[in-house]
Structure formats: C-alpha cells, structure tokens
C-alpha cells in the first residue's frame, strides 16, 4: 500500500524545516529509509506523488501469425523446439510455445510415448 502524497509531503516539509529524522520516523511510523526514498525522490522529481510503476507485457517475436500458423500446420509432425530452429528469427521453444496460445492451437503431443508395452 501507498503512502498518501499528503503524508509525504508533511514528512519531507518537516525535515526541510530541520526535524530530526529518526523522531520524525517514529511519530509518522515510517521506515527512515522509506523517508529518504521520499527526498531523493521529491529532489529528483519534484514531486510526492508515488511513482506508478507499469509492467510492460513481452513484446511477441512472432509477428505475422497467419504466416506463422500456416507453417505450423505444415509442420504438424515437429516438436515447438524443432519449429523455432525450422522458423529462424533466434526463436526459442518459449517463443513457440506463446504464439501458439495466441493462436489457440494446443501442444503437439507426442503419439505413443505413453502406450503400455506388453
């Protein structure tokens, strides 16, 4: 959970006008090391807002999936190992394996290796 901007605002105002910061610390509650994170963030930013951090998603290697879906039916019989080195582009297995969730085609399996022998 986020500290309130005003919160932060009052604590780095207060060490501004000479508070003491280690008091300062238990009277708020805060870590001292969460309030020096809020200076050099305000001396950096300018500001108390906390930073909004966004996670960005994986960028696909595979563009064209029609293209790609195409050459997956044509190499029905491959494993996703041997379709990345047969597509080229430096694809790994993993890179395989997302497009084809995207393209809601399920896992090749491989026919016999579960078959009891007698």
């Not at 708020?28 to 305000?42: A, G, K, M, P, V």
């Not at 084809?100 to 491989?110: A, E």
Request: glycine residues 4%; hydrophobic residues 35%.
């Amino acid at each position: 959970m986020a500290y309130s901007a005003d919160l932060r605002k009052k604590a780095i105002e207060a060490v501004a006008q000479g508070a003491v910061k280690a008091q300062l610390c238990k009277t708020l509650n805060i870590n001292r090391n969460t309030l020096d994170l809020w200076i050099n963030q305000y001396l950096e930013t300018g500001s108390f807002a906390p930073r909004s951090y966004h996670h960005q998603r994986r960028k696909p290697k595979i563009k064209d999936l029609d293209k790609f879906k195409d050459f997956v039916l044509k190499n029905s019989d491959k494993t996703q190992a041997q379709l990345a080195k047969l597509w080229g582009d430096n694809l790994n297995q993993q890179d395989v394996s997302r497009a084809l969730k995207r393209l809601n085609i399920s896992r090749r399996t491989q026919v016999g290796r579960n078959k009891k022998k007698v």
